[in-house]
C-alpha cells in the first residue's frame, strides 16, 4: 500500500525573460482526479497564451491563486496529493522547489522533466505548448483515469465532452481547418478585444474566411449586448455613507460604456465642426409635415439629416468604411447601415436602419420612428442594434451646440447633430436672424484624412443650407 505525498507545482520560467503570468483559466478544481501532463491551466506571458500540463498523476489538493491573478515565476501555483510508492514521507508544501517532494534522508531520487518544470516522470517533451487564447475561461476539464502521452495536447481534436459544460477550441487562422466540432478561429488582437470586453467567442459565428472570427464580428456583438438580459434593480443605498449611493454597472451602461472605451482605444479621433444656416431646411421641415404625404409618420431634423447623409455617403465612401486589423484591409460599404443614437431608460442605444440608402424619406421616417420606440419599451432585437456603418446622435434635442461623439466600434464616422437656434447671420451680403445649427463631425484617422472628412461635412451642410440642390429629397 503506497502513502500520499503532496507536491506543490510553482509557476515555472516560461521562457524569454518573462517573470510573470497571469491565469486566465483552470481546467481542474480541488479535488479533481489529473493525469500526467493534463492540461490543468491556462496563463498568458506578455508574449504568448500557454497552456500549462499537470507534472504529476495525482489529485489536485490546493490551487494557491483565482482566475485572473498575476503570479510571479517560482510563486506556488498548484499542489497535488500524490502516491509515494517508496513509502517517503510527505514534503512541505512551503518548499520553494518547482514541482518537488521532500528527499528522503539518504535517498538518491531524482527530479525528471515533465513538459513544464520538474515532477514525475515523462517522456521529454519540451517547452509547454503555445496556442490561441480562448474567448472565455475553459470549463473545467472531466477527471481523467488514464494518463495521457507526454508531448500531446490531451484536449487536441477532441469535443468538449456532455457533462463538461460548452467549449470550443481555438486554432490559428493559417492552420488547415481541422475535422469535427469544436473548433474556433481568431487572430490574437480578436481574443484580446473578446476578452477585455467579456465577449464569448464560442457564441460567435465567424463570417471570415474559413469561419474565421473577425474584429467586426466581436464589435457587432459587443453592440448587442446594449440589450440587458436583466434590467438594474435601481440604486443600492450603502449605509457607510450618508447620502451616497451606487448602482450596479451592467446591461446597457455596461455594454455602452465597454462599447466607448474599445473604441476610443482603439481608433484614432478626429472631430471637424461647422455652422450651418438650416433656414430654409427647417420651413421644408414644416411644409411636410403639413403634407398628407406624411401624414402618418413623424418627420424630424434627424429624419431630414439622415436622408442628407445618406446622399452624401454614396460620394465620400471613406466615410462608409470601415478598419479591418485582421486582413490588413479597408473594408468600404457599398450599403449605408445608419445608426441612430436613441436615449432611453435604460442607457443609450444605436438601432440600425439597415440599407437606408434605398429608403425614401417617408420610408426613412417610418424605420427610423419604429426602431427609436422598440428602443425605448425594451422589444429591439440584436440584429437591428448591429451591423451599423454610420451613426447620427441628435444631442440639439437636449439643447445643446455641439460635441465630439465617439466613435461606434467598427465604424469610421459619427455625425453629431446640434439644435437649431435662432441668431444673427450673413445672408445676402446682410446681416439677417436666421435659424443656424452646428454639425460635429467625428471620424477615424486611419480611414478618413482631414480634407475628407471636410469634404464630407461641406457637402452636407450645404444640402441643408439648400435642400433644393438635391433633386428628389422627398
Known sequence: M???????????????????????????????????NQVIAEVETAKAIV?????????????????????????????????????????????????TAREPSGGAAQRQPTLVGYGAAAEPG????????????????AAAPDPVPAGRDSQAGAPVSADSGPGLRLVEPHDPAPQGIGYLRATPPVRKLARDHN??????RGTGTNGLITRQD????????????????????????????RTPIRGVRKATAAAMVASAFTAPHVTEFLSVDVTETMALLERLRA??????????????????????LAKHRTLNSRWDEEHGEIVEFGHVNLGIAAATGRGLMVPVIHNAQDLDLAQLAAASGELTRAAREGTITPAQLGGGTFSISNVGVFGIDGGTPILSPGQAGILAVGQVRKMPWEHLDEIALRQVMVLSLSFDHRLVDGEQGARFLSEVGAILEDPALVMGLV
Do not use: C
Open 2 to 36: 503506497s502513502n500520499i505525498m503532496e507536491k506543490l507545482f510553482n509557476l515555472p520560467d516560461l521562457g524569454e525573460g518573462l517573470t510573470e503570468s497571469e491565469i486566465l483559466s483552470w481546467h481542474v478544481a480541488e479535488g479533481h482526479t489529473v493525469a500526467l
Open 51 to 99: 497552456e500549462l500540463p499537470s507534472p504529476f498523476s495525482g489529485v489536485v489538493k490546493k490551487l494557491y491563486e483565482p482566475v485572473g491573478a498575476v503570479v510571479n515565476v517560482g510563486s506556488p501555483l498548484i499542489s497535488f496529493d500524490v502516491p509515494d510508492h517508496s513509502g517517503t514521507a510527505a514534503r512541505d508544501p512551503k518548499e520553494p522547489a518547482g514541482g
Open 218 to 245: 466581436v464589435v457587432q456583438a459587443l453592440e448587442a449586448t446594449a440589450i440587458p438580459e436583466a434590467l438594474p434593480q435601481g440604486p443600492v443605498p450603502q449605509a457607510a455613507a450618508a447620502g451616497e449611493t
Open 199 to 204: 465577449i464569448d467567442l464560442r457564441s460567435l
Open 291 to 312: 403634407s398628407r404625404r406624411f401624414a402618418d409618420v413623424k418627420i424630424t431634423v434627424t429624419t431630414l439629416v439622415a436622408k442628407v447623409v445618406t446622399l452624401a
Open 126 to 141: 519540451g517547452r509547454p505548448a503555445r496556442r490561441a487564447r480562448v474567448g472565455a475561461p475553459a470549463p473545467v476539464a
